[in-house]
Nanobody, 121 residues
Framework: QVQLVESGGGLVQPGGSLRLSCAAS????????MGWYRQAPGKQRDMVAV???????NYADSVKGRFTISRDNAKNTVYLQTNSLKSEDTAVYYC???????????????WGKGTLVTVSS
């Protein structure tokens, strides 16, 4: 099996920063893209940022210039540095990864359980 565990969420004031982490573990042969998604109350889950195995990135327009995604392939870990946070960034942030398991012939998407980010004064 494969598990993704997020950490780093919490309560922060507007203008503040948080660094989210997500570590993948289990019978992993390879990981393609890794990414962060978020879901605010009453809204759909949206892409925040995605990074490929060779470091190419893509961001939602709403976070460009404020958030930075990165990854450590040796640790199967993806990070999201969030700066200049706004109240509208409040959401549960989910990690996702496209994983090839050992002994399995195709990649599959896995999700973490999420970490809550609350931006409020």
């Amino acid at each position: 099996q494969v598990q993704l565990v997020e950490s780093g969420g919490g309560l922060v004031q507007p203008g503040g920063s948080l660094r989210l982490s997500c570590a993948a573990s289990g019978s992993i042969a390879s990981i393609n893209a890794m990414g962060w998604y978020r879901q605010a109350p009453g809204k759909q889950r949206d892409m925040v940022a995605v990074i490929t195995s060779d470091g190419r990135t893509n961001y939602a327009d709403s976070v460009k210039g404020r958030f930075t995604i990165s990854r450590d392939n040796a640790k199967n870990t993806v990070y999201l540095q969030t700066n200049s946070l706004k109240s509208e960034d409040t959401a549960v942030y989910y990690c996702a990864a496209e994983v090839l398991r050992v002994g399995v012939g195709s990649f599959r998407n896995y999700w973490g359980k999420g970490t809550l980010v609350t931006v409020s004064s």
